[in-house]
């Protein structure tokens, strides 16, 4: 759900500068304590369970008396699936208990236990309160899952798991050349609005960043804001500027950014979408107050009609499934398109999000990758999309049976127009300190306390400092 995309893709959370949430010297300190090399903390092979049979069957070695703890950030996509599927496990392992604690404090309930050496046997990391992965990573906390790559997939033991998984899946969960998280959601992102309002004043969703502009214009003298995000976490932001940017100068400004790459800030594709995404903020185009909300507060007004625009990814509808009217008509639209893109305006922001992990010290390391392993069935991935109304990595992982929202509707629609024009940024995955430098910059930008020009120098800065560190 690069990751958030990546939130949860892509898809994360994770509040910027004074607001940004990030793991305590605690942490931190155990995890170096532990030390070592992360390639030689972090083997590529999985010991079985005690008294446990490896066999292409039971390919980690999974002893079925073990108990299974499991740990789901409990957001937008809720906590549903991972009981119904740890009710599997147990059936397939009998004599287990799979307990489940849902919670959106993933430091406060984990910290102390990484500390402890008693990390839980499977986690899904995300959320404000996220642990962040490149810091788990880089002191051996994380359990390679090569293994589970290479393990038979479980609904045709005659291709592996690699082979079902949708492209950029590994990817987006590798972290110095190895895979270390399962980034379970495909998830997209972009802007959404209501269809109701829409047909209501007979608004016409925008192809083009001139036309949404000129719109943005309409919804104001209608009496409503035309656009709102969730203020107090501004990477939701980067979000629009990113893919404007991408989409403005091709793929190589997305390849850029990841690599940290200085030169690219001076890119004018960069100019572009910074200067476009500032108009919101000159022309008043904002709700007022958006800098203030959570995104709970903020996607909430959304639903109440009291703006028209907000970007967010593809975990929205289920996250907002109590707060949306029953006949709001949630859409999705890809990022509209600014003069002279390089990419057509179906592309858009696609790929794995939600990152899963199973913890190197885990007791049940082995019950962790099986448990993986059953979430990328057919049957665990439809269990996924009728409780989270959300598609998962694994390819043609949806059956017709499966009834989905108008929302997810419709980002099925767009995945479908976009075919191989899709992008993601990792960087939230793979260097968090710049992550967390370029949402302080449109925190100040989109508070106009801060210009386009100084935005770029502030992402210029940051990129530069972690391309030396």
Same mark, same amino acid.
């Given at each position: 759900?690069?990751?958030?995309?990546?939130?949860?893709?892509?898809?994360?959370?994770?509040?910027?500068?004074?607001?940004?949430?990030?793991?305590? +010297?605690?942490?931190?300190?155990?995890?170096?304590?532990?030390?070592?090399?992360?390639?030689?903390?972090?083997?590529?092979?999985?010991?079985?369970?005690?008294?446990?049979?490896?066999?292409?069957?039971?390919?980690?070695?999974?002893?079925?008396?073990?108990? !299974?703890?499991?740990?789901?950030?409990?957001?937008?996509?809720?906590?549903?699936?991972?009981?119904?599927? =740890?009710?599997?496990?147990?059936?397939?392992?009998?004599? /287990?208990?799979?307990?489940?604690?849902?919670?959106?404090?993933?430091?406060? *309930?984990?910290?102390?236990?990484?500390? =402890?050496?008693?990390?839980?046997?499977?986690?899904?990391?995300?959320?404000?309160?996220?642990?962040?992965?490149?810091? @788990?990573?880089?002191?051996?906390?994380?359990?390679?899952?090569?293994?589970?790559?290479?393990?038979?997939? !479980?609904?045709?033991?005659?291709?592996?798991?690699?082979?079902?998984?949708?492209?950029?899946?590994?990817?987006?969960?590798?972290?110095?050349?190895?895979?270390? /998280?399962?980034?379970?959601?495909?998830?997209?992102?972009? @802007?959404?609005?209501?269809?109701?309002?829409?047909?209501?004043?007979?608004?016409?969703?925008?192809?083009?960043?001139?036309?949404?502009?000129? @719109?943005?214009?309409?919804?104001?003298?209608?009496?409503? %804001?035309?656009?709102?995000?969730?203020?107090?976490?501004?990477?939701?932001?980067?979000?629009?500027? !990113?893919?404007?940017?991408?989409?403005?100068?091709?793929?190589?400004?997305?390849?850029? #950014?990841?690599?940290?790459?200085?030169?690219?800030?001076?890119?004018?594709?960069?100019? $572009?979408? #910074?200067?476009?995404?500032?108009?919101?903020?000159?022309?008043?185009?904002?709700?007022?107050?958006?800098? =203030?909300?959570?995104?709970?507060?903020?996607?909430?007004?959304?639903?109440?009609?009291?703006? %028209?625009?907000?970007?967010?990814? /593809?975990?929205?509808?289920?996250?907002?499934?109590?707060?949306?009217?029953?006949?709001?008509?949630?859409?999705? !639209?890809?990022?509209?398109?600014?003069?002279?893109?390089?990419?057509?305006?179906?592309?858009?922001?696609?790929?794995?999000?939600?990152?899963?992990? #199973?913890?190197? *010290?885990?007791?049940?390391?082995?019950?962790?990758?099986?448990?993986?392993?059953?979430?990328?069935?057919?049957?665990?991935?439809?269990?996924?999309?009728?409780?989270?109304?959300?598609?998962?990595?694994?390819?043609?992982?949806?059956?017709?049976?499966?009834?989905?929202?108008?929302?997810?509707?419709?980002?099925?629609? +767009?995945?479908?127009?976009?075919? $191989?024009?899709?992008?993601?940024?990792?960087?939230?995955?793979?260097? /968090?300190?710049?992550? #967390? +430098?370029?949402?302080?910059?449109?925190?100040?930008?989109?508070?106009?306390?801060?210009?386009?020009?100084?935005?770029?120098? *502030?992402?210029?800065?940051?990129?530069? *400092?972690?391309?030396?560190?």
């Amino acid at each position: 759900m690069g990751s958030e995309f990546n939130r949860r893709d892509l898809v994360k959370r994770s509040a910027a500068l004074g607001l940004v949430a990030i793991p305590s +010297a605690g942490l931190l300190s155990a995890c170096a304590s532990d030390g070592g090399d992360s390639s030689s903390s972090t083997p590529t092979t999985t010991a079985p369970a005690a008294g446990a049979t490896v066999d292409p069957k039971n390919p980690f070695g999974v002893k079925d008396a073990d108990p !299974l703890d499991i740990v789901i950030f409990d957001g937008g996509y809720g906590h549903d699936y991972a009981t119904a599927l =740890g009710k599997l496990y147990e059936q397939q392992h009998s004599g /287990s208990k799979a307990s489940v604690l849902a919670t959106q404090d993933i430091i406060g *309930k984990l910290q102390p236990r990484f500390n =402890g050496g008693t990390p839980p046997d499977v986690i899904d990391d995300s959320g404000a309160q996220q642990i962040k992965l490149d810091t @788990l990573q880089s002191s051996g906390q994380l359990a390679d899952l090569t293994p589970l790559l290479d393990a038979p997939y !479980l609904d045709d033991p005659t291709k592996k798991v690699r082979d079902v998984l949708q492209p950029g899946t590994i990817e987006s969960g590798t972290l110095a050349g190895k895979m270390y /998280s399962l980034s379970y959601i495909y998830t997209v992102s972009g @802007l959404w609005y209501s269809g109701k309002l829409f047909k209501q004043h007979g608004w016409t969703p925008p192809k083009t960043w001139k036309d949404f502009i000129s @719109l943005c214009g309409e919804i104001k003298k209608a009496g409503i %804001a035309p656009f709102c995000y969730q203020g107090k976490y501004p990477y939701y932001m980067n979000t629009p500027i !990113l893919d404007l940017a991408a989409k403005n100068g091709g793929l190589d400004i997305q390849k850029r #950014v990841d690599a940290m790459d200085p030169t690219v800030w001076d890119e004018p594709a960069i100019k $572009n979408a #910074v200067e476009a995404a500032y108009q919101i903020v000159s022309n008043n185009y904002l709700l007022p107050g958006t800098n =203030g909300l959570t995104h709970i507060e903020s996607q909430t007004a959304w639903n109440q009609y009291k703006a %028209a625009f907000i970007p967010c990814g /593809s975990w929205l509808e289920n996250e907002q499934m109590k707060a949306t009217p029953a006949d709001f008509d949630m859409k999705f !639209l890809p990022m509209p398109s600014l003069d002279g893109d390089k990419l057509p305006w179906e592309s858009i922001r696609a790929g794995a999000g939600e990152p899963f992990i #199973v913890p190197e *010290k885990a007791k049940n390391k082995a019950g962790g990758l099986e448990f993986l392993r059953m979430m990328l069935t057919k049957e665990g991935s439809g269990r996924f999309a009728a409780a989270a109304n959300s598609l998962t990595v694994l390819q043609n992982g949806v059956g017709s049976d499966v009834k989905l929202r108008p929302g997810t509707a419709s980002t099925v629609v +767009a995945i479908d127009a976009a075919g $191989n024009n899709t992008f993601n940024f990792n960087y939230p995955n793979t260097n /968090s300190v710049f992550d #967390v +430098a370029l949402q302080g910059a449109t925190a100040e930008l989109m508070a106009k306390r801060s210009t386009p020009t100084q935005w770029i120098a *502030k992402a210029k800065a940051a990129a530069s *400092k972690e391309k030396k560190a």
